[in-house]
């Protein structure tokens, strides 16, 4: 018979194996009455407009992007680690008559390494395994480590002829060993340790030998690194907690950082290893007993009465404190402040309900972290892709940047006794109440599926009355959706709603909130950076626009504010190079290269803000050809591009024809009046010697005298 497929939304590929896992993500199919959702009632009235849904329900991407993102590395050769002596179990004086047991402990005191036996006097050295032979078939060559439970050996297997590792444990947890073993035995996962074998003997456990280190930052090693290796622990732990298990230890001691040789050469690679603590998430009861203490959650906490996956998230979010303490020092860099956020967000001791519920949550987050990080040098790359949790954009934001000036403007100039024209300003913010409409809409949350499943109606209620810029009912029916406070779907649209109501400083404190739990996303820092343009600090902002289009031009909202942030800070030529960035993206490519001409030749009337240069005008001036925009968008940038000309040359004459060209394309009489005047009052006064020189006949030729 052919197995069944797997019929979860996020997978649907896989058949499901004879363990019932898919073996594509790694997880057992959902309940029948889980899976095929029941019929609606045909009495139950007409269903909602799918128009207005929130998006597509429990569908997560590839959550383990981030591998992808982090370049091949040559890890280092891992030097042996040192020797430990050998564990009291196995110390025996080695005298034939005599073999009692010598080195042992007393009264909680540990045993001596190195002494006499008391019954025969003979000198013994535990220092070092020396002779050490296991279960007549493994030769021990060194201790690896040693602890409360046992001790284990770096050993040979005479029969396999490689080199293996055999975990020790004492007799009394007999029990915990057959345990360990059990659950080894089912797992195949390439970041965790394999199982080889069982030896009654001791008893033993008999696994393969990772000649490598536990998980450290080296001398070298790029942040990105460190942080693909936590996204590698991720995937082993979703493997683990998807058959309900719980690692309950996850520390740097317990990842062991190797280097494994492969057809495209050395790679670096982790595995987690030491099983001695797992439970059963499901069938274990009771608390936590072997863990430590300082990677596991506070004692209080209640992982510890009945433990989730979120024990071993806690864990691994404390390690990645540990291993990138050396590497997140300037959190002005990219991709570390969000990484700062992102464990904060994993270890936050006081409430537990804003921690990570599950691995690929976590696994999200990090990936997206770990863009940030790529993008910047020396890697520098820039990768496009969907989100998990917001839709796209539905518009560009671009604040008047990327169009050509409204005929308004300069049917309204005044124009000094210099020439010098007064206009509004070539560009501004977005207003607020288009933000909220353009910010894109949350798809449902694949973690937490009952808090969206419930408020749909509500919250696609919500986007249609931001859509209206009604930031009342919008308000209203937020009220209705009875979202839970910590959840940070009701942080988002009550920044919306502050928005489309005006306010800016509101919007940013809840906003700040989404940041804070989203620190993989990009869709919260933009919107940041466009409520602290409307509040006038550019500073902020353009450190917001700076980390959305640093990582991915595809939001074209974010290279529009910086540039404008740029150009206001009289960084001319980077506004026009983030322009030109944008306008390799298809989608913003006529808006971002009728800016980058605007941005060449756009006068800004600020003190000290320079004025364009002749390179600049004649650049602008190269470009118009090119432009997709029709007859009155043309005629525009002209007048624009001449009036920069203008404040160099003041060539009155070339800037009142420009103008003048805008008048046939006044939609009304009134404002082609305007625009004559306009043009009339710019043209330079004529003398009378100018007067009398323009009067002067043409002689023809034939009336010439001829010369000599």
């Not at 018979?1 to 790694?26: A, H, K, L, S, Y």
């Not at 006038?536 to 031009?553: E, I, N």
Request: one cysteine or more; charged letters at 25%; a neutral charge.
């Amino acid at each position: 018979m052919t197995p069944p497929e797997c019929n979860r939304p996020d997978c649907g590929r896989g058949r499901i194996d004879d363990q019932g896992f898919c073996p594509v993500c790694d997880r057992p199919p959902l309940p029948h009455d889980e899976a095929t959702p029941p019929r609606p009632d045909r009495d139950a009235g007409p269903p909602a407009r799918a128009a207005a849904g929130v998006g597509v329900a429990h569908v997560r991407p590839d959550p383990w992007y981030g591998l992808g993102l982090v370049g091949p590395d040559q890890p280092p050769q891992v030097p042996p680690s040192p020797s430990g002596p050998v564990a009291e179990e196995h110390r025996f004086c080695a005298h034939p008559p005599c073999g009692l047991p010598v080195g042992r402990g007393q009264d909680g005191e540990p045993g001596r390494i190195e002494g006499f036996c008391t019954a025969c006097g003979n000198h013994y050295d535990f220092s070092q395994p020396t002779g050490l032979v296991i279960a007549g078939r493994y030769e021990v060559e060194r201790v690896l480590g040693s602890g409360a439970y046992g001790a284990a050996y770096l050993a040979r297997d005479r029969n396999l002829a490689t080199r293996v590792v055999l975990k020790a444990l004492h007799r009394s947890v007999a029990k915990t060993a057959r345990h360990e073993r059990d659950v080894l035995v089912g797992l195949r996962h390439d970041s965790i340790v394999r199982i080889l074998g069982y030896e009654h003997e001791g008893p033993h456990l008999v696994l393969e030998y990772v000649p490598g280190e536990p998980l450290s930052a080296r001398d070298g090693d790029r942040l990105e690194t460190l942080l693909g290796h936590g996204v590698r622990v991720l995937q082993a732990l979703d493997y683990l907690h998807a058959r309900g298990l719980l690692h309950c230890d996850v520390k740097p001691l317990n990842i062991i950082r190797f280097r494994e040789e492969g057809p495209a050469g050395a790679l670096d690679r982790v595995r987690l290893i030491d099983f001695g603590s797992v439970r059963s998430h499901t069938k274990d009861t009771g608390k936590v007993v072997a863990y430590t203490e300082a990677y596991a959650p506070p004692r209080t906490d209640p992982e510890h009465l009945r433990p989730t996956p979120g024990f071993d998230l806690y864990g691994l979010g404390m390690t990645l404190r540990e291993v990138c303490r050396s590497r997140w020092t300037d959190r002005s860099a990219p991709g570390v402040d969000s990484l700062h956020l992102l464990l904060e967000r994993a270890t936050d001791p006081h409430r537990p309900w804003r921690r990570f519920v599950s691995a690929r949550q976590f696994a999200e987050q990090l990936s997206g972290v770990v863009r940030q990080v790529v993008a910047a040098a020396p890697a520098h790359r820039q990768v496009a892709r969907p989100s998990a949790l917001f839709g796209s954009m539905s518009g560009a934001l671009h604040g008047g940047l990327g169009a050509a000036r409204p005929l308004a403007h300069w049917v309204e100039a005044r124009v000094d006794g210099g020439g010098l024209l007064g206009m509004p300003a070539p560009f501004s913010p977005p207003d607020p109440g288009d933000i909220a409409a353009a910010l894109p809409a949350p798809l449902s949350d694949p973690d937490q599926p009952a808090v969206t499943d419930t408020a749909g109606a509500a919250l696609a209620e919500i986007r249609l009355a931001l859509r209206g810029q009604d930031a009342t009912a919008a308000a209203a029916h937020l009220r209705a959706a009875a979202l839970p406070d910590w959840h940070w779907l009701s942080d988002w649209y009550c920044g919306l709603i502050a928005l489309a109501d005006g306010s800016a400083r509101r919007a940013a404190v809840v906003l700040g909130r989404v940041r804070r739990t989203l620190p993989g996303e990009l869709i919260p820092p933009l919107g940041l950076g466009l409520c602290a343009e409307l509040r006038g600090d550019r500073a902020l902002a353009r450190s917001h626009y700076g980390t959305v289009f640093g990582t991915t031009p595809a939001l074209g909202a974010a290279g529009f504010g910086l540039a404008r942030v740029l150009l206001l800070a009289g960084e001319r030529a980077r506004a026009v190079a983030v322009a030109e960035q944008l306008a390799g993206e298809f989608r913003y490519e006529r808006e971002a290269r009728v800016a980058a001409v605007r941005l060449r030749v756009m006068v800004v009337a600020e003190p000290g803000h320079p004025a364009p240069t002749e390179d600049d005008v004649a650049r602008a001036r190269a470009a118009l050809p090119g432009l997709d925009v029709d007859d009155a968008a043309a005629a525009a940038l002209r007048a624009e591009i001449q009036y920069a000309e203008f404040l160099r040359t003041r060539d009155r004459l070339r800037l009142s024809d420009a103008i003048r060209a805008l008048g046939p394309h006044a939609p009304t009489e009134r404002e082609y009046v305007a625009l004559v005047d306009l043009a009339n009052r710019l043209r330079p006064a004529l003398t009378w010697g100018r007067r009398r020189k323009r009067a002067e006949r043409v002689v023809p030729v034939s009336e010439q005298r001829p010369a000599g």
